[in-house]
Each structure stands twice: as structure tokens, then as C-alpha cells.
């Protein structure tokens, strides 16, 4: 059973507020909040559309840096990131989660930088992936709505893998990460933010 505190249509619309260029790209996301509501919207299990997953977007600073990991179930590198688990309070709680279960990395280790100082929960990106169906999980195709958080950590921060699906955490330079086209308008904002430090 999940108990979220945190509301996925008022972190929707808070975000638009900020980015409202991003409108269109996020329609099916608001058509599921306005015609289904909050109900199963962060169960893995909610297929027509989608759900939200969480991930983190890790810098390593100085060098700039970005952490990538190979992802098994869908054969490319991504961010450490997964589904929500009905033990999170918040969307940013497994996003901390995936961060410790695919790089070691503990909440501790790792500095937060908010979209928001007064709205923590805000992410700084959130991106529909479409998710082919995996016949082995029984799953039919669907959508993640990816809600993404930055954090740092200094250079020389070590990384292991400790999850079966997610391995090999590497640090690659922040243009390979800015080159891939699904981590551009990220890459962007990430620009943005780590100015302001």
C-alpha cells in the first residue's frame, strides 16, 4: 500500500508553473492525472498510461562528471533511478533509495541541490520515457514519468554496483551526458543550476 505525503498533480502543476514550455511534452502525464487522478499514479503495477519513477542526476565536482549506469532490462546507460516502493514517503525519498541500491551511494554522501530551497519535493526535470513490453516481467508497454533530482559529490567519490538489473556505475564526462539526446534538456537545466553554486 502506498502512502505517499507528496502530491504527483501538485508537483505537476508547480513544475509547469516553472517551466510551462514543457506543456506539450508533458500532456500525457496531465491527460492520466485529470482523467485518472492520483490513484496508482506511483505503482509499478499502473500500466494504462504509465507511473512516475524517481531518479538522480549525480555530478562530480570539480570535473563535472555525470554517473551513468548500465541498465540491464533495457540495455543502455541511464541515470541511477527506479520505481517508487510503497515504504517511500516521497517521490525524492526513492530517488535517494535508487541512489544507494545501484552506486552505494548513502544520502549522506551525496549534496542536494533543489530546483526550489522553499519546495524540495520539485524536481528539476521530469521526462516521459516509453518503456517497450518485457514478456519475462509480464508487463505490457507503458510510460515512466521520470521525476529527476540533482545532487554532487566530490571527485574521487567511489561507486559500486549492488543491484542485479542496474551495473557497471561509471562517471562520464558531463558532453557525453549532454550529447545523449535523452539527457539533453537535463543537461541543461543541470548548467544552469550548478552555476548557481
Known amino acids: 500500500m502506498y502512502s505517499m505525503k507528496t502530491s504527483v498533480q501538485l508537483l505537476y502543476k ?3 508553473d516553472v517551466f510551462p514550455q514543457e506543456a506539450d511534452a508533458l500532456e500525457r502525464l496531465r491527460r492520466q492525472l485529470e482523467t485518472k487522478g492520483e490513484a496508482g499514479i506511483v505503482s509499478r503495477k499502473t500500466f494504462d498510461d504509465g507511473h512516475v519513477t524517481a531518479c538522480t ?8 562528471k555525470v554517473l551513468l549506469i548500465d541498465h540491464a ?5 541511464l ?8 515504504e517511500d514517503k516521497t517521490i525524492i525519498a526513492a530517488a535517494y533509495r535508487e541512489c544507494q541500491e545501484e552506486a552505494g551511494l548513502s544520502a549522506e554522501a551525496l549534496r542536494y541541490i533543489p530546483l526550489s530551497d522553499q519546495n524540495p519535493d520539485l524536481p528539476f526535470n521530469i521526462a516521459v520515457y516509453h518503456i517497450p513490453a518485457n514478456s519475462s516481467k509480464q508487463e505490457p508497454q507503458h510510460y515512466h514519468y521520470d521525476f529527476a533530482y540533482l545532487f554532487t559529490v566530490p571527485d574521487g567519490t567511489q561507486v559500486q554496483g ?3 538489473d542496474a551495473t557497471n556505475p561509471q562517471w562520464v564526462t558531463f558532453a557525453t551526458f549532454a550529447e545523449n539526446t535523452e539527457f539533453s534538456q537535463a543537461a541543461q537545466k543541470v548548467q544552469k543550476l550548478l552555476a548557481t553554486l
Do not use: F, R, T
Open 162 to 164: 549492488n543491484d542485479l
Open 73 to 77: 532490462a533495457l540495455q543502455k546507460s
Open 57 to 64: 542526476i549525480v555530478v562530480s565536482l570539480p570535473s563535472k
Open 14 to 16: 508547480q513544475y509547469i
Open 79 to 86: 541515470q541511477p533511478g527506479g520505481h517508487i516502493e510503497p
